[in-house]
């Protein structure tokens, strides 16, 4: 079935618990995987004391549940048709499938074992639902034999490049089209306030009608007699 020895034990082995022998220690949880040992997961200080010249990997978490990455993996085994994953800026991969409601109506690209939606035309969301059709049907393969390791590494890092342009240009939209409820929405209050502040001017000082024209008769000059002659 060209499955390496190890690979089932990393999917059932337990991470992210507190290592016995260095729980006081600041990096105490165990993260690490020894591929040559293949038993139970160890910290960072283990590593050092224990698997120093071993071949060992790290599994990192993303929602609770364990990923790896993708560059660590690839070198080992041949992940073709595994949904890759761009977070924080790192192409990673799920170990086991991850529980999801039933699909909904639209979904053109789901996972051949657990049904998950996948983002492109992956044919398995995790290593482990690939190794579960491996062992069902027989149809696909882990083996690096007659595998182009560079070709195929290139072709993970367009594949991730693209999403990742993708995510940034979603994000870019949404950010824009907030930035423009915003505007839309201050310049919309400014103009109520100002209706808001003549309105209010209007009822505070209420404009003032000039005096109506006076009725009264103009002042006559001085009257003048008619000169007296006496006869």
């Known amino acids: 079935m060209s499955v390496p020895a190890w690979l089932e034990s990393l999917l059932s082995t337990a991470f992210f618990s507190v290592c016995r ?4 220690a600041a990096r105490s949880e165990c993260n690490m995987y020894c591929l040559d040992c293949k038993g139970e997961s160890f910290c960072f200080y283990c590593r050092s004391s224990h698997h120093k010249d071993h071949q060992v990997i ?3 978490r993303s929602s609770y549940h364990d990923v790896v990455r993708v560059g660590e993996i690839q070198r080992l085994v041949d992940i073709s048709g595994v949904q890759t994953y761009v977070i924080n800026s790192a192409r990673v991969m799920f170990l086991n499938e991850r529980p999801q ?5 639209g979904v053109a690209h789901i996972c051949e074992i657990c049904g998950r939606s996948l983002l492109d035309t992956f044919r398995f969301c995790s290593l482990g639902c690939k190794l579960v059709r491996i062992k069902r049907n027989g149809d696909a393969s882990f083996s690096m034999e007659g595998k182009n390791a560079g070709g195929e590494g290139e072709a993970i890092e367009e594949e ?7 995510q940034e240009r979603i994000i870019m939209r949404r950010r824009e089209a907030q930035t423009s409820s915003r505007l839309t929405s201050t310049s919309s209050s400014r103009e109520d ?10 009822d505070i000082y209420p404009a003032t009608t000039p005096p109506p024209p006076s009725n009264a008769r103009r002042r006559k000059g001085i009257p003048h007699r008619a000169p007296f002659f006496a006869s």
Request: hydrophobic share 25%.
């Open 58 to 60: 790290q599994i990192r």
């Open 21 to 24: 022998l260095h729980r006081d």
């Open 160 to 166: 991730a490049s693209t999403l990742l342009g993708m």
């Open 193 to 202: 306030d100002q209706e808001l502040r003549e309105s209010t001017q209007r």
């Open 101 to 105: 409601p039933k699909s909904g109506k």
